[in-house]
């Protein structure tokens, strides 16, 4: 931890009930700021479902705020969420494309909403517990990955702004999530052992077919090979995403004469999805080459420094927990950019977001709007 003197300050603190929240409140606690905590509710739709565990967060949040004996608020942001960002998730798969809901939340509630809501409280500062870092440098801050690699989610937060993050501190950013649960255990905090979440916040640990069956209506149609053979149907595009290995219904297909390299034993994995046809198509084997783009297109890019970076050599992440790759960037005026990678990536997917790193640096990214396959 750094040995810095810390002006005291009022922190508002995001407790979603988990580990690494609660142990940012107790660090800034002992840093000697003034410390409140807030509970953000998000979603309410089937609130009392066995999917849903914000009751229980709130339990524990509400407990972790008493031993550490600092006052917690709950606050509920679902219609703010419903509107700007499960709407656009929704409309994303409609559209056959896979959005990463994580990334608009913390754009639109937990940095925004909840930052305004932090502000009026009369916050100078607002911390969450997400293992990433915030450095100023040249008047400007910038947002570093957190020191954890297994734990790193400057993925996550790619779309702060300059505003946002010179209101934030991330306290954990700093510590191995090892040493996080051991100062937990430690001062005997009753989440200390409580599971990581994981999953999407209104999604919870449900089937995500049997979730978006409820939102999106099914339009089955043919599931292809690269020959263009018909072997099996599909329920609806937008249930299927690049790469996907698991739910074809096609396992006991075999490829008769499977080409570069393939074999009648090695597994389907979805490649494409042609919206206007209503075709999803299919390949075996995990490296075949429509599973591989030397290129990608981004769109609705966001810099953290609030400029796009110049043309050269940089590290990209095309999904979450994967190491940077390293490619060129070329940043256009429109808010997009395009990146050649010096290796082909697996399975990069439309929808999701293509980060930018300067090594320890995140300097932002966009969506991917398309990629180019290896010929």
Same mark, same amino acid.
């Not at 056959?96 to 305004?116: H, M, Q, V, W, Y």
């Not at 599909?234 to 096609?250: A, D, E, K, M, N």
């Not at 590290?315 to 979450?320: E, F, I, M, N, S």
């Given at each position: 931890?750094?040995?810095?003197?810390?002006?005291?300050?009022?922190?508002?603190?995001?407790?979603?009930?988990?580990?690494?929240?609660?142990?940012?409140?107790?660090?800034?606690?002992?840093?000697?700021?003034?410390?409140?905590?807030?509970?953000?509710?998000?979603?309410?739709?089937?609130?009392?479902?066995?999917?849903?565990?914000?009751?229980?967060?709130?339990?524990?949040? *509400?407990?972790?705020?008493?031993?550490?004996?600092?006052?917690?608020?709950?606050?509920?942001?679902?219609?703010?969420?419903?509107?700007?960002?499960?709407?656009?998730?929704?409309?994303?798969?409609?559209?056959?494309?896979?959005?990463?809901?994580?990334?608009?939340?913390?754009?639109?509630?937990?940095?925004? @909403?909840?930052?305004?809501?932090?502000?009026?409280?009369?916050?100078?500062?607002? *911390?969450?517990?997400?293992? @990433?870092?915030?450095?100023?440098?040249?008047?400007?801050?910038?947002?570093?990955?957190?020191?954890?690699?297994?734990?790193?989610?400057?993925?996550?937060l790619h779309r702060l702004t300059q505003a946002q993050l010179a209101k934030t501190l991330f306290p954990v950013g700093e510590?191995?999530?090892?040493?996080?649960?051991?100062?937990?255990?430690?001062?005997?905090?009753?989440?200390?052992?409580?599971?990581?979440?994981?999953?999407?916040?209104?999604?919870?640990?449900?089937?995500?077919?049997?979730?978006?069956?409820?939102?999106?209506?099914?339009?089955?149609?043919?599931?292809?090979?690269?020959?263009?053979?018909?072997?099996?149907?599909?329920?609806?595009?937008?249930?299927?995403?690049?790469?996907?290995?698991?739910?074809?219904?096609?396992?006991?297909?075999?490829?008769?004469? *499977?080409?570069?390299?393939?074999?009648e034993h090695e597994p389907w994995f979805v490649a494409r999805k042609d919206m206007a046809a209503n075709t999803l198509w299919?390949?075996?084997?995990?490296?075949?080459?429509?599973?591989?783009?030397?290129?990608?297109?981004?769109?609705?890019?966001?810099?953290?420094?609030?400029?796009?970076?110049?043309?050269?050599?940089?590290?990209?992440?095309?999904?979450?927990?994967?190491?940077?790759?390293?490619?060129?960037?070329?940043?256009?005026?429109?808010?997009?950019?395009?990146?050649?990678?010096?290796?082909?990536?697996?399975?990069?997917?439309?929808?999701?977001?293509?980060?930018?790193?300067?090594?320890?640096?995140?300097?932002?990214?966009?969506?991917?709007?398309?990629?180019?396959?290896?010929?």
């Amino acid at each position: 931890m750094s040995n810095k003197q810390h002006v005291r300050q009022r922190v508002v603190v995001g407790l979603s009930g988990g580990v690494d929240s609660a142990v940012s409140a107790w660090l800034l606690k002992q840093q000697g700021h003034e410390v409140v905590g807030i509970f953000m509710k998000n979603w309410e739709d089937d609130d009392d479902s066995e999917h849903c565990t914000s009751r229980q967060d709130w339990i524990d949040a *509400a407990s972790v705020a008493d031993v550490i004996g600092i006052d917690v608020e709950h606050v509920n942001f679902a219609a703010e969420y419903k509107d700007r960002v499960f709407a656009e998730f929704l409309r994303e798969y409609q559209a056959g494309r896979t959005p990463n809901p994580d990334i608009l939340c913390n754009a639109e509630i937990k940095f925004k @909403a909840f930052l305004d809501h932090a502000m009026r409280l009369g916050a100078e500062k607002i *911390a969450t517990g997400h293992y @990433a870092r915030v450095r100023e440098q040249d008047g400007r801050v910038q947002l570093l990955k957190g020191l954890d690699p297994l734990k790193d989610q400057s993925y996550f937060l790619h779309r702060l702004t300059q505003a946002q993050l010179a209101k934030t501190l991330f306290p954990v950013g700093e510590l191995p999530k090892t040493e996080v649960r051991r100062i937990a255990a430690e001062i005997g905090l009753p989440n200390a052992r409580k599971k990581d979440s994981t999953g999407i916040c209104f999604i919870g640990e449900r089937p995500f077919r049997d979730f978006l069956n409820r939102y999106i209506a099914k339009e089955p149609g043919p599931i292809k090979d690269e020959r263009g053979r018909t072997i099996g149907q599909h329920v609806g595009l937008s249930f299927y995403t690049l790469g996907q290995r698991q739910g074809l219904g096609i396992g006991g297909v075999k490829a008769k004469g *499977a080409q570069k390299g393939g074999s009648e034993h090695e597994p389907w994995f979805v490649a494409r999805k042609d919206m206007a046809a209503n075709t999803l198509w299919v390949v075996q084997g995990h490296d075949h080459p429509w599973l591989l783009s030397p290129r990608l297109a981004a769109q609705d890019a966001s810099w953290v420094a609030g400029e796009p970076p110049a043309p050269g050599r940089l590290g990209a992440k095309t999904r979450y927990r994967q190491s940077d790759a390293a490619c060129s960037v070329q940043a256009d005026d429109q808010s997009g950019f395009a990146l050649g990678f010096d290796s082909p990536q697996w399975a990069v997917t439309p929808g999701q977001s293509a980060v930018l790193y300067d090594g320890e640096v995140c300097l932002g990214g966009g969506v991917i709007a398309t990629s180019a396959e290896t010929a």
